[in-house]
Nanobody, 126 residues
Framework: HVQLVESGGGSVQSGGSLKLSCVYSGFSSSYHAIGWFRQAPGKEREAVSVIGDDERNIYYAKSVMGRFTISRDNVKNTVYLQMNRLEPKDTATYYC???????????????????WGQGTQVTVSS
């Protein structure tokens, strides 16, 4: 069955960095975009970034553009989210998500997600 397992969350000070990993397995289809959402307490889940199966199509939310970098290693079945210059507003639970329908030019929204990871907590202190 499909599994998405996140790791790499933690607590850092403002300006610090973290690298999240999402190991995926069990997919039956040949195409799947993998990305990240986040949800802070009392707030709606927010799209962060997504990368297509071919690694060329990428989307970033404006709030993270220039600070976060998404990448994937299809040999290791892993998607990474390098987060630099972290700010307290980045504090949230980060969820890995898989979509079979996302493509470049489309918005990255929860309705497109087929499978979710369990989440990893990121806390940024000022």
């Amino acid at each position: 069955h499909v599994q998405l397992v996140e790791s790499g969350g933690g607590s850092v000070q403002s300006g610090g960095s973290l690298k999240l990993s999402c190991v995926y397995s069990g997919f039956s289809s040949s195409y799947h975009a993998i990305g990240w959402f986040r949800q802070a307490p009392g707030k709606e889940r927010e799209a962060v970034s997504v990368i297509g199966d071919d690694e060329r199509n990428i989307y970033y939310a404006k709030s993270v553009m220039g600070r976060f970098t998404i990448s994937r290693d299809n040999v290791k079945n892993t998607v990474y989210l390098q987060m630099n210059r972290l700010e307290p507003k980045d504090t949230a639970t980060y969820y890995c998500a898989e979509s079979r329908v996302w493509a470049s030019g489309l918005p990255w929204v929860a309705d497109q997600v087929s499978h979710w990871g369990q989440g990893t907590q990121v806390t940024v202190s000022s």
